[in-house]
């Protein structure tokens, strides 16, 4: 599985930019994509999540409302779209694949540990930088 991000760059704040994540070699019928985001001197934490089954969401608390992940009919490639980007927004982004999702998508927001040991694929990901 490969997974290749783009669409990061500079921003300002309250702007908007979309990432993609371009996906090859998934062969499940049934899997979950995902994106985190790593800020300088920060742990990786997880963003959103897509369910390839049903299109359902889960977003982490601080970007509920201005992030909105999809997918085209193909379910590939998987969109970020970010709008009203914060300062606090800034970092590398990443697309991740989790190949055996949980039932319930949103199962992934009950900790981000448990969410990032999930993904089993991951890009290498695309730099967000929101400037005031």
């Known amino acids: 599985v490969q997974l290749v991000e783009s669409g990061g760059g500079l921003v300002q704040t309250g702007g908007s930019l979309r990432l993609s994540c371009a996906a090859s070699?998934?062969?499940?019928?049934?899997?979950?994509m995902c994106w985190f985001r790593q800020a300088s001197g920060q742990e990786r934490e997880g963003v959103s999540c897509?369910?390839?089954?049903?299109?359902?969401?889960v977003y982490m608390d601080s970007v509920k409302g201005r992030f909105t992940a999809s997918t085209d009919n193909a379910k590939h490639p998987v969109y970020l779209q970010m709008s009203s980007l914060r300062l606090e927004d800034t970092a590398a982004y990443y697309c991740a694949v989790d190949m055996e999702p949980p039932n319930q998508i949103q199962y992934y927001g009950l900790s981000q540990r448990t969410w990032m040991e999930a993904m089993d694929f991951w890009g290498k990901g695309t730099l967000v930088t929101v400037s005031s």
């Open positions: 070699g998934i062969t499940f019928a049934d899997y979950a």
């Open positions: 897509i369910s390839s089954h049903d299109g359902t969401t």
